[in-house]
């Protein structure tokens, strides 16, 4: 299934996952191109699968 309008609440912006991995674009990039973040293009604009690690909540 490919990634449409419909599925993008499932996916973050480049914007919002830099935010959460608190990473410049420069470093997202790298990340993308290293194959370390799962991401879809539609048209010109990049979205990511937020990383386990960093999506579930701290259990203490």
Do not use: Q
Not at 14 to 33: D, P, Q, V
Not at 35 to 41: M, N, V
């Amino acid at each position: 299934m490919s990634l449409t309008i419909a599925h993008i609440d499932d996916w973050l912006s480049s914007k919002e996952i830099r935010t959460h991995l608190k990473i410049t674009g420069c470093e997202l990039m790298h990340l993308r191109e290293k194959g370390k973040l799962e991401f879809k293009k539609i048209g010109n604009a990049y979205f990511y699968k937020l990383p386990k690690k960093f999506s579930e909540p701290n259990v203490k």
